[in-house]
């Protein structure tokens, strides 16, 4: 995923660049292309076969915020040294990744409630992806959450 958000759309990038194995790399892309993650595009050099690009589909451009939040994450927490690369915007200005309301007010972990909608309350939400025990875990938001010492100044 990162590779693609720098600009990789061949699977000769995508190898070369993560550097890893020509199978592992076929697998990756598969499965994030079945995933709906990329689509796959033919494009034809001259006097070449016919080869793909994967390309993000909207989908995969949505992750975006969340490859580099990750990267932002092993940037201050992971590397002593400081970071291996600086992301910033087109005109260089660092750039930083959080949580803002629709007025851009960042917010943190304490600032932010999870709600359920109204049609779910006493059941929870139906989706696979949600245990029993996170489905009653949702119903019990009124419940106070406890304070957290900052672990920044």
């Not at 995508?14 to 990756?28: C, E, L, Q, W």
């Not at 034809?44 to 994450?73: A, I, K």
């Amino acid at each position: 995923m990162r590779e693609a958000f720098y600009g990789a759309t061949r699977f000769d990038q995508f190898a070369r660049r993560v550097g890893i194995t020509d199978a592992v790399a076929s697998a990756r892309l598969k499965e994030l292309t079945e995933a709906g993650i990329f689509t796959k595009v033919p494009y034809q050099e001259p006097g070449q076969r016919v080869r793909y690009e994967y390309l993000l589909t909207d989908m995969g451009r949505d992750l975006f915020p969340v490859v580099m939040s990750l990267m932002q994450w092993g940037n201050e927490h992971l590397q002593p040294d400081g970071p291996p690369l600086t992301v910033t915007d087109t005109s260089r200005n660092p750039i930083r990744v959080g949580v803002v309301t629709g007025e851009q007010e960042t917010l943190g972990p304490d600032d932010v409630e999870v709600r359920v909608p109204a049609g779910l309350a006493e059941s929870g939400p139906r989706s696979p992806f949600y245990s029993a025990a996170v489905r009653r875990s949702l119903v019990l938001t009124n419940s106070p959450r406890p304070q957290r010492p900052s672990s920044r100044p």
